[in-house]
């Protein structure tokens, strides 16, 4: 093994399991292509569909309903079976729920194949940390994670500016259906290189009385909440309504303001790792997470409220707010750390419902907020939402992060240990 790969604590694996950990990290890229691709083609969707800004929001929400609403079973289902068959499955399920997006004239059938998709692409991120837990040193966890986080956010970025010209070149239909080809890949990676844990070590509990466990453990609801804060600003607003929303008040193209949004991702993309290796590092799990709150609280607040910000002020802030929200990752860890080892997967799967729960808040509710204060303008079949809508709306995100760190306030310090440990 190079030794470039020791800090992993991968000298002592075999290759297969990173190749297996290195797929599911790129299933969860993949997963985030799929998760912005609204934002850069809201236009040409409410003027295909002929509706609003609370369906689009809706629309768009509907993966995170696919999402957030399997998680739970996600976990379950790999605590029990391991992740080897049922990662296959799930990338080949991202690429039927392309097709129906894709191909559907009607709300409905897009609407089904944003679920599916949605669905499928649970299996991503909580597969990678599964097929971390199983084969990597427990020391390692946060910062795996972590990598395997900025794999989702540089998929992120990809989904924003640069694939707003594959829709220019393709339509937004036919790009999607360009991504269909990236699950067959990604199920085929997934059978070859994800191995499943030895059967005796696997949860023998019954399933639901492991998930009353984990759901009875106030501390895995403090630390849900306080995930959903730092994933408000990234999945409600750069995951859909920030690049309407800087090109409407600065005046600039669809293009130009993806280009700031993904600045998020970019932060996210940057402090994931960064963030993992110091929480191991220092042995402390909500500290990170509180300083992550604020960060995320201070730039949002500037982003909508501060004016006369330039564009690349505007950059920086938003690299800030994913920065700190990619102190998310600590959550995780924490999680895994609060609860019986055995259950991991159900808990993680558990949190991270909850957490991705805020796409399916946040996107429709701020659709919501803006049509609430829609003055009835309309360009090219689309409404036109003005600065200060937005802002209204916007605020919702803001009141989030704020939830978030009083939710951080209240956790209990693992020192990166495991309760059995202690």
């Known amino acids: 093994m190079p030794g470039g790969l020791q800090f992993l604590g991968a000298s002592i694996l075999p290759k297969l399991h990173l190749l297996g950990w290195a797929t599911g990290a790129l299933f969860f890229f993949y997963a985030w292509i799929l998760r912005v691709s609204p934002s850069v083609m809201i236009d040409e969707m409410m003027r295909d569909l002929a509706v609003g800004g609370a369906v689009i929001g809706n629309l768009s929400a509907v993966y995170f309903y696919g999402y ?19 990662m296959t499955a799930a990338a080949l399920m991202c690429s039927v729920g392309c097709i129906i997006f894709a191909l559907s004239s009607g709300i409905s059938g897009v609407a089904i194949g944003r679920f599916v998709i949605g669905a499928a692409a649970a299996f991503s991120l909580v597969g990678a940390m599964a097929v971390a837990g199983l084969w990597f040193p427990a020391q390692r966890f946060a910062l795996l994670t972590g990598l395997a986080m900025m794999m989702g956010l540089l998929g992120g970025i990809l989904g924003q500016a640069p694939f707003r010209l594959v829709v220019e070149a393709l339509d937004w239909r036919g790009a999607i259906l360009a991504l269909a080809g990236g699950g067959v890949l990604i199920a085929v990676a997934s059978w070859a290189t994800v191995r499943d844990r030895p059967h005796e070590t696997r949860a023998r509990a019954p399933v639901f009385a492991g998930l009353g466990r984990v759901a009875r453990n106030r501390q895995t609801w403090l630390i849900a909440i306080a995930g959903l804060g730092t994933t408000g600003p990234i999945l409600g607003f750069s995951g859909l309504w920030g690049v309407p929303y800087f090109a409407t008040t600065l005046g600039i193209d669809r293009a130009a303001a993806a280009s700031i949004t993904s600045m998020m991702f970019v932060g996210w993309a940057v402090g994931a790792p960064l963030i993992g290796w110091a929480s191991d590092h220092i042995g402390r799990r909500r500290a990170p997470l509180m300083l992550g709150l604020v960060l995320c609280t201070v730039t949002m607040t500037a982003i909508l409220y501060v004016p006369g910000l330039s564009i690349p002020t505007l950059m920086a802030l938003c690299f800030l707010c994913g920065f700190g929200g990619a102190s998310q990752i600590t959550g995780f860890a924490a999680t895994r750390e609060n609860n019986p080892p055995a259950l991991s997967a159900t808990a993680i799967g558990l949190v991270n419902g909850l957490v991705t729960g805020a796409g399916a808040l946040f996107q429709p509710l701020l659709g919501w907020l803006l049509d609430l204060n829609w003055k009835g303008e309309m360009a090219a079949g689309a409404r036109l939402y003005d ?3 937005y802002r209204i709306a916007l605020s919702a995100i803001v009141v989030g992060c704020v939830v978030g760190f009083i939710c951080s306030l209240a956790m209990r310090e693992t020192y990166c240990r495991p309760l059995e440990q202690e």
Do not use: I, K, Y
């Open 68 to 86: 957030a609403g399997m998680q739970v079973p996600v976990g379950m289902l790999l605590d029990r079976f391991g992740p080897r068959r049922l």
């Open 387 to 389: 600065p200060g809508a």
